[in-house]
């Protein structure tokens, strides 16, 4: 039987070596031709790029699928599905699940829940045991099973020596660790950022601090191991330095940054709305142009959408009863090309190849456009404006802080392993 042909045409092709006019033409889940006014195939799909950027699939670094265990929050399904017409081909599932992504039994139970979902869902496992931060998981058993990232995401490893431990066995098996950096001591109790507009408020506050030692404690480590680090969703403009700092001098590091940490600052909190409560929590202005800067210069590798989906019975809750967190996958991109004066090609990069690489993903996501790559693609309209509407999203949940904002920047189509997953802004399955 002959395999299906996709015909992207009329876009202009970006990814990371450049960018050219071309119709990309897919056969099975294989890119075969990347040429301007190719001929269309008879029986081929068209999907019309048209004033568009064909690019690699987006790629998120960090995402909260809450299955197994809080499946009224978000399934692997309804996640993927929404990753998908937020244009990524892969996310990677962190491991605060219950039971929690510790084992062997519960990587393999995630990918066949995974299986036949519009979007790749890798899995990041834990760095401890039930991620209580006590005794190392078995790192080595789940690396065989491809898991390249480890996190007790949530909460940071508060001890130094667990976390020299774990840096140790990581580098031995060419594994990436990923911390949450929180020193909990420090932000034990706190309902947001500590500073001017907490104490107006009367709110417990989660100091710069608290993220800054965790930063700091743990390039010592990496200094001393050599082992790989990357840092989830920094959010103040000292941790960043000394993240900057680092890779002056060599250090094997890597860092993202989520969306509402360069669009959102504490000030969010003045009408003790829970849906602006975050991990880490919304900063000041100066710590949003900071972000910002890091995201220009190079500094952070990726945006990733710390995606975290709560159904409105936790969110109506009282502010310091609520959890945190935000639903992210369907806006991340259209607020980054909306919000951020960076170029094009830097958003694209931050979004897909940079995080690929970091998650292990490559080249298969976010790799090359041309002929003989795997045919993930997402195919972007920049001047598409929208207006974010909760109801309208994919996601069981609609914790978005976005609901209302104007954004310019669609996608129209994703194709995953060559097929058309999003057509004309809408779930295929």
Known sequence: MAEAVVVVRGGTVLDATGERRADVVVEGQWIVAVEEGVPVPRGATVLDAGGCVVAPGLVDLHCHLRQPGAEGSETIESGARAAALGGYTAVVAMPNTDPPIDSASVVRDVRSLASGVPCHVAVAGAITVGRAGERLAPMAELAELGVRLFTDDGTGVQSASLMRRALLYAGGLGVTLAQHCEEASLAEGGVMHEGAVSSRLGLAGVPALAEELMVVRDLALVR???ARLHFLHLSTAAALDAVARAKGVGLPVTAEVAPHHFTLTDDALLGFDPVFKVSPPLRPEGDVAAVRAALADGTVDAIATDHAPHPPEAKDRPIDEAPPGMVGLETALALAMTELEVPLHRVLALLSWQPAAIAGLAPDHGGPIAPGAAANLCVIDPARPWVVDPAALASRSRNTPYAGRRLSAKVRHTVLAGEPVVVDGQAQR
Do not use: W
Request: aromatic share 0%; charged share 35%.
């Open 224 to 226: 001393e191991t050599g």
